[in-house]
């Protein structure tokens, strides 16, 4: 991909700028083992493409939970919260290459499956609100990654073309959905993501280990 004509940037967050996902690994089985509810072998594929609502609408109708869609978003956002406010840490090189983009121009926005209530306490913690345009939640847009319209969305609100364009992601899916969109992608390893490695390199226009390998480009 010409890096040259990346003049505009949708990043995604959690596993793509910030060092989350561990603390995404086991929250839905921990939820549902406090509860006493069936955790299936699958779980973790079957939260990575939802939304929390989604996800605790899941546990609501497929795994027995009573409390309500909001009560279990409670509980879950009361224990991440704490995590994105004091614990969770930006990728290596990540700020470096935020800085560099931002001095040359780079318009950028985030794009996250997160919920709007927690992901500010990390992104104002790191002090790394001021390189974004604007900072969208899936929530809030009313549909997932996996739909092409999202990213055609954040691309015409930061003034983007398919031509200038990039997509920074982790997820297989989100990946996916994005060159559905007919968007340049380039993918960041994250541990969480390790098996899907050989699909996500087949979709993405670039695979990146480290924001270091940017930075050497300059």
Known sequence: MNKTMMKHIIFDLDGTLLDSMPVWKNTGQTYLERHHLPVPSNLRSILKTQTLPESAAYFREKLGATQSVEEICDEVIS?????????????????????????????????????????????????????????????????????????????EQLGGTKENTAVFEDACYAVKGAKAAGLKVVAVYDAMTEKDIPEIQAAADRYIHSYAELLEEK
Do not use: W
């Not at 318009?107 to 996250?112: F, P």
């Open 79 to 155: 224990y991440v919260s704490d995590q994105y406010a004091h614990h969770i840490p930006l990728k290596p090189f990540a700020r470096e290459f935020l800085e560099q983009e931002k001095k040359k121009g780079t318009k950028m926005c985030i794009l996250t499956a997160s919920e709007a209530s927690y992901i500010h306490l990390a992104l104002d913690r790191l002090k790394i609100t001021p390189y974004f345009d604007f900072i969208a939640t899936c929530t809030e847009i009313g549909a997932n990654k996996d739909d092409p319209k999202v990213f055609h969305k954040m691309m």
